[in-house]
């Protein structure tokens, strides 16, 4: 196996989520399906972070993004989810060229993670965080207690996997970058996946 980082964020903040007013576009427009302005101040924070390499080591530079198709996050209101890909959305020209992959629906975590297993370099995955516990974490081989759940008002974790060149099993790392004002440096539940 060749090696490989993958780096795990939940789509920024949404509308009911304990934030003021409603979702909007980049453009403006009320939109169910979108960021609220405190989702896109953490969207603008994890471009910095992760796009002008202001995160040092624990915070590498992707080399590939995915991000949950536009209209698959599961969610219950009607029209289509654009929150993963607007998480990331000015993240890829800070890139220099690396595209945000959204060819996968929530869902498709399977094939999704199966696809990244097999790359090397840095891989960022902005997914809903109740299939990144329930789909996208099973799929990693990994050492340790991994997150059991993931709590409807946490959008500031980075989960890290590592594997280096040769091995079998990732390492895991939890990550606190406290971005944003009122960011937590508390660990999320862990215990042995099924």
């Not at 996968?104 to 990144?132: D, F, N």
Request: net charge negative.
């Amino acid at each position: 196996m060749t090696a490989l980082t993958v780096l795990i964020i939940r789509h920024a903040e949404k509308p009911k989520e304990n934030w003021p007013g409603p979702g909007l576009t980049d453009a403006g427009v009320a939109d169910s399906k979108s960021l609220v302005i405190r989702g896109w101040q953490r969207a603008g924070a994890w471009t910095a972070l992760f796009g002008a390499g202001l995160g040092g080591n624990d915070y590498p530079r992707p080399d590939t993004v995915y991000a949950a198709q536009p209209g698959s996050d599961g969610d219950d209101d009607d029209g289509p989810s654009k929150r993963p890909m607007e998480t990331v959305s000015a993240l890829s020209p800070r890139l220099n060229g690396v595209q945000t992959n959204m060819q996968y629906a929530q869902g498709q975590e399977k094939p999704l993670m199966r696809e990244v297993l097999a790359l090397s370099g840095t891989v960022l995955i902005c997914w809903e965080h109740k299939a990144i516990i329930a789909a996208i974490l099973p799929e990693i081989p990994a050492h340790g207690d991994l997150p059991t759940k993931w709590p409807g008002d946490r959008f500031d974790v980075v989960m890290r996997f590592d594997r280096p060149n040769g091995a079998a099993k990732f390492t895991y790392r939890e990550l606190y970058p406290r971005l944003l004002s009122g960011d937590s440096d508390t660990p999320l539940p862990k215990g042995p996946i099924d």
